[in-house]
T-cell receptor, first 116, second 114 residues
């Protein structure tokens, strides 16, 4: 299994531009999570999908952020317009969603976003 | 409001000695705890977990201890090896979340000195 795949690995953009981060979860996993890692807050959950349906988006910072999961094998996180304070590493993770599997989530390698 | 706290941003330990990483939490509804390990330029990977009905779980060199009354858990690594140098995240699941959501701490960077 290739694991969780994220693209791009690095993104540098100018303030005001639209940024789209992509994620392909592990095949067979029915839950998908988007996280943001910062020094101050560690790993923050932005949004969580189960069976392609958003379950918890309470971590989405503001309306500039949106996420979609059109099918079981693809999700996007979009920032429009981007701001310098959005600079961080964004992780996607997936899981099989069962207590018997200890809530373990499998993370992708992350996308390092820099907004200048 | 940081419900999961890792108060030591960094820790240095001599190779062969014991590494102890600490995590404190505030939510009494947390029912499951996990430790993740993260190398630079990689995503976090699952290391070990413990249910709130237990006070200890061991897997090879790694042991997690849970003290519910103190709302504290710790990860012990013994003996420490250079490959253990990484950032360690503590995470918790709450039974009142009603979903699979995990709350993560800010991480502790462990450096093993050869």
């Amino acid at each position: 299994d290739a694991g969780v795949i994220q693209s791009p690995r690095h993104e540098v953009t100018e303030m005001g531009q639209e940024v789209t981060l992509r994620c392909k979860p592990i095949s067979g996993h029915n839950s998908l999570f988007w996280y943001r890692q910062t020094m101050m807050r560690g790993l923050e959950l932005l949004i969580y999908f189960n069976n392609n349906v958003p379950i918890d988006d309470s971590g989405m910072p503001e309306d500039r952020f949106s996420a979609k999961m059109p099918n079981a094998s693809f999700s996007t996180l979009k920032i429009q317009p981007s701001e310098p304070r959005d600079s961080a590493v964004y992780f996607c993770a997936s899981s099989q969603g069962s207590r018997d599997l200890n809530y373990e989530q499998y993370f992708g390698p992350g996308t390092r976003l820099t907004v200048t | 409001d940081q419900q999961v706290k890792q108060n030591s941003p960094s820790l240095s330990v001599q190779e062969g000695r014991i590494s102890i990483l600490n995590c404190d939490y505030t939510n009494s509804m947390f029912d499951y705890f996990l430790w993740y390990k993260k190398y630079p330029a990689e995503g976090p990977t699952f290391l070990i977990s413990i249910s709130s009905i237990k006070d200890k779980n061991e897997d090879g060199r790694f042991t997690v201890f849970l003290n519910k009354s103190a709302k504290h858990l710790s990860l012990h690594i013994v003996p420490s090896q250079p490959g253990d140098s990484a950032v360690y995240f503590c995470a918790a699941h709450a039974s009142n979340f009603g979903n699979e959501k995990l709350t993560f701490g800010t991480g502790t960077r462990l450096t093993i000195i050869p």
